[in-house]
């Protein structure tokens, strides 16, 4: 079947065509090779450009040129047709073999023959534990995954505190060895003994790393399956099996809220809040707040009151499968994991408590590194094919050793996401990749940091994330070169441009009411703060109260 295509392929026809202009007579012979590959109306276009035919023969030599590729093709449809039936009688073909492969092509391409979606795990354990959270169960839920916090918590604590004894031990070791560096010891001894240390501190902490995991893995199975559990006794309003821990007491969530709310308080140390309205016609009303606070803060879990309900936790449970999601943006570098600087800080904070929901942090970091390794495979081979096309030998050299040597890397502007439903607040994390050009004065709109916080804001737009917490100075910590007019400066710029993308943001969703979250570094001064707070409702149109008396 194979060669007879490949015949076809290079079989050729004539369309011989004739007409009268004038007195004289002319006929046009055309080959043509079949099966056709190009648009006849194209083809048809080329003729009469290449033989300059008259224009009153155009819609009548079309017309037969269509024809004549139609009557053709099923021809050789047809001749095929008859060689394919005459090898399955004659038995040059196996029936049975051809039979079964037009059976898995027609159950493949046919709907009525699809097999019906297996169900989803995680979809149903995320329909359950919606069910649940929005019933009189949600107090017992949250006071489930706080039990499960302290037990993360105190087995951390115990980690750290025997990896301290340990530096502790090593540092009066090595102390002692240096002493005597020169005397009855050698530089080879010493980096033995360095060798030692470094050893036994990764066996140390291999050895609390396994048992962390082994611990979460046995909340997050014991987790879904109790509240699978507790979701099928529900169903059965006569079970008697139902705790009675799933009823509200009052008097626990009033004490409750007022715990929380002093924490809270303790936490945020100066924020404002503004109502502006953006828009042309039909305006849009958003909320903006202005904060003076750590990044982490909104993922933190507060260790205080070990028993009752953590309000402060309620909400973000109840929308975590909702279309009101909470977002925040961390500011990192170029390499995708959770070694140094704030993303260590953020690793640690998610591993405090158990992510019931989604994977681990590793674990997505894993995924978001292959993808990128996939991303820049493919852009290497665009790239090359490209500088193919133009024959540019040296750009090509030069872009495909600036892509291999930062396969693994992201570029400044670009960003991953990752999932959790075990933060204090927040239930998706955009890490920005940022680098040091940000700590600079003279960034512009189209820095790749401001076209990022674009890209994040129109994935907010898209997947129903109704709160976002944006660095506003594009720092997480202050240096001796932001002063107050850097400050000012880089305080301007992203409120403009975030103005703009929000503006924007009527064409990506319809116009969604939002809250946009500012952030800025807990060791901002206070004159600074209240600065910035006066900028903010000169470049926002905020909402002013209008009060109506009546006039006599």
């Not at 070791?173 to 060798?195: F, I, P, W």
Request: proline share 3%; aromatic share 8%; net charge negative.
């Amino acid at each position: 079947m194979r060669s007879s295509k490949d015949e076809l392929r290079t079989k050729e026809k004539k369309l011989v065509y004739k007409f009268a202009a004038g007195r004289e007579n002319y006929e046009l012979t055309v080959p043509i090779e079949f099966p056709v590959q190009e648009n006849p109306s194209h083809f048809h276009g080329r003729l009469m450009l290449l033989h300059n035919l008259p224009c009153f023969i155009e819609d009548d030599l079309k017309k037969s040129l269509i024809q004549f590729i139609e009557d053709e093709t099923i021809k050789d449809y047809d001749r095929e047709s008859e060689k394919a039936l005459g090898a399955v009688t004659s038995g040059e073909v196996d029936l049975e073999h051809l039979v079964n492969s037009w059976t898995k092509a027609y159950t493949k391409t046919t709907l009525e023959h699809a097999r019906p979606e297996e169900p989803n795990w995680d979809e149903d354990f995320g329909d359950v534990y919606h069910d649940l959270i929005h019933s009189p169960a949600s107090e017992t839920l949250l006071n489930l995954e706080h039990n499960y916090f302290v037990s993360i918590s105190e087995l951390i604590g115990e980690r750290d505190v025997e990896l301290k004894k340990l530096r502790e031990r090593q540092g009066v070791e090595m102390n002692n060895v240096m002493q005597e560096l020169g005397k009855s010891l050698t530089d080879q001894d010493v980096n033995s003994v360095a060798a030692q240390h470094f050893e036994s501190q990764q066996m140390l902490e291999n050895k609390w790393a396994n048992e962390l995991k082994q611990l979460t893995n046995i909340q997050k199975q014991e987790y879904q399956e109790w509240v699978i559990k507790l979701h099928q006794d529900l169903k059965n309003p006569n079970n008697s099996s139902i705790s009675e821990e799933i009823k509200v007491q009052p008097s626990q969530l009033r004490e409750s809220t007022d715990a929380s709310a002093r924490i809270y308080e303790e936490q945020r140390q100066l924020e404002e809040s503004f109502t502006i309205h953006l828009g042309a016609q039909l305006k849009t009303m958003h909320n903006l707040r202005l904060l003076r606070a750590d990044m982490l803060d909104f993922c933190k879990h507060k260790r205080n009151y070990r028993s009752g309900v953590k309000l402060h936790r309620l909400q973000t449970a109840l929308s975590l499968y909702s279309t009101s999601l909470c977002g925040l943006v961390l500011l990192v570098d170029n390499r995708i994991n959770s070694y140094s600087g704030i993303k260590r800080d953020f690793a640690t904070v998610c591993q405090e408590c158990t992510d019931f929901h989604f994977p681990q942090l590793p674990d997505q970091l894993e995924v978001v590194q292959q993808v990128v390794l996939y991303a820049r495979a493919q852009r290497l081979k665009k790239s090359k094919q490209q500088h193919e096309l133009k024959d540019n030998i040296v750009g090509q050299e030069d872009a495909s050793k600036n892509i291999e040597c930062s396969q693994s890397n992201i570029f400044p502007g670009e960003f991953y996401i990752t999932r959790h439903s075990n933060l204090s607040e927040i239930h998706v994390v955009f890490h920005l990749c940022v680098d040091d050009n940000v700590k600079s004065g003279n960034i512009t709109a189209r820095d790749p940091a401001i076209m990022g916080l674009r890209n994040i804001l129109k994935v907010c737009c898209t997947h129903d994330i109704t709160t976002i917490s944006i660095p506003l100075l594009l720092v997480h910590d202050m240096s001796e070169e932001m002063t107050i007019p850097w400050c000012l400066k880089r305080a301007e710029l992203v409120f403009k441009c975030v103005k703009g993308f929000m503006m924007e943001m009527a064409s990506w969703d319809g116009g969604v009411s939002r809250t946009v979250q500012f952030l800025v570094p807990q060791s901002i001064s206070d004159e600074m703060f209240y600065q910035l707070s006066n900028m903010l409702p000169q470049i926002f149109r905020v909402s002013s109260t209008l009060t109506l008396t009546s006039k006599r």
